[in-house]
């Protein structure tokens, strides 16, 4: 059906495949995350997570045992092994020589200066057998490009959760982000309702001063606040970084669900009043089980903020081992451990995994506290 704003089956459409494209940007991430986090790491370091399903190709140099631990066998001096070392895959081509990597197809016998010569099968067996009996340690260079299964592994998990101190970054992390979203829903509560329905001086001056810190840059408070808390003896502490936090999140908090407040219906309130209940009454029984859509959309807001924040876990608690947070722990693993993806894929998985959690479990509220709260006000 045709309308003003032009077709609604075509606007319904857009909308949709606006959605479903917003999402599969926000979860392919997520996804891909997920996948290599489990995935080995060999096969990580040479392809992507998009490949876990299809066996992958990879070329490795393996060397032969000591050419003085070979046997007689039929007149001829045998070394035998496998290339794989026990890890599993299968050959498609080898070569003696860095130059032809994959001069030989498996089964094929490569001969080298000497006389020896070269076998490999497609299991990864290998046979170098000798003329006469050889001398030295150092065994002969076999390349080999493979084609292996895909394999999945939870060592990458055992690895950061046991032996990287991730264990303790996520309980100071939980004992950051806990306290640092219920204080500010605490304290913005109360001033929430005493803007909306209290009458007093000064009311309006002071919502527009909440407004305008919303756009105040909190790094601008950083270092003055730490010397602060540096004189009064809480600075680097657990203390000193939940009232930084409900400083920062206290002007969004207070605006959103004052704003929500303010659209609840008035006659429940002035009935309320007529029977004789107190403006902490009013709040307690009527006004927070009403705005919970609210208090939810702004404890999502700020839980996921504290957690995924560094900057001020940095400033307020430093890298000390014992206070360090998990956006700090990954900050100290990229910077060691550049090259081992399967470590730094398993900690971003844990690390993001609560968050995922904690918004799908309140996502609901989220959207109906936001939209209550952007169209009623007064």
Known sequence: ????????????????LAVLFLVALWTLPTLGIL?????????????GWWTALTASERNIVARAAPPDEAEEEDGRWVLKGNVFEGSGGKAAAFGVSSREP?????????????GATVTV?????????????PEG??????????????????????????????????INTMTVTIPA?????????????????????????????????????LQMSLIPLLRLYNEVGIGKSFIGIWLAHTGF??????????????????????????????????FRKIILPLSFPALASFAIFQFLWTWNDLLVATVFLGNNEEQLV???????????????????????????????????????????GLLAGSVKGG
């Not at 605490?186 to 909306?196: E, F, Q, S, V």
């Open 249 to 282: 999140g206290l002007p969004l908090a207070i605006y959103l669900l004052r704003n929500y407040m303010a659209g609840l219906p008035r006659e429940i309130i002035e009935s309320a009043k007529v029977d004789g209940a107190s403006d902490f009454e009013i």
């Open 121 to 133: 099968a497609a299991n990864g067996d290998y046979v170098v057998a000798y003329p006469q009996k």
């Open 137 to 170: 340690n150092r065994g002969q260079r076999i390349f080999v490009s493979s084609v292996e299964p895909p394999r999945f592994t939870t060592e990458n998990y055992e690895n950061v959760l046991f032996s990287e101190g991730l264990g303790k970054s996520f």
């Open 326 to 368: 998990l956006t700090g722990r990954l900050r100290e693993l990229l910077g060691s451990r550049g090259g081992n993806w399967e470590i730094l894929t398993a900690s971003a998985f844990v690390a993001i995994i609560v968050p995922i959690l904690v918004f799908f479990a309140m996502q609901r509220y989220l959207v109906r």
């Open 102 to 114: 994959s001069a030989f197809a498996v089964d094929e016998t490569a001969e080298l200066r000497d």
């Open 181 to 217: 979203t219920v204080i500010p829903i605490l304290i913005a509560a109360y001033a929430a309702y005493a803007l909306a329905w209290m009458e007093f001086p000064g009311r309006a001056l002071l919502l527009a001063t909440i407004v305008g810190l919303l756009v105040v840059p």
């Open 35 to 47: 996948v290599s986090s489990l995935r080995d790491k060999d096969q990580l370091a040479v392809s």
């Open 1 to 16: 059906m045709s309308t003003v704003v032009g077709n609604r089956p075509a606007l319904t459409w857009a909308v949709h």
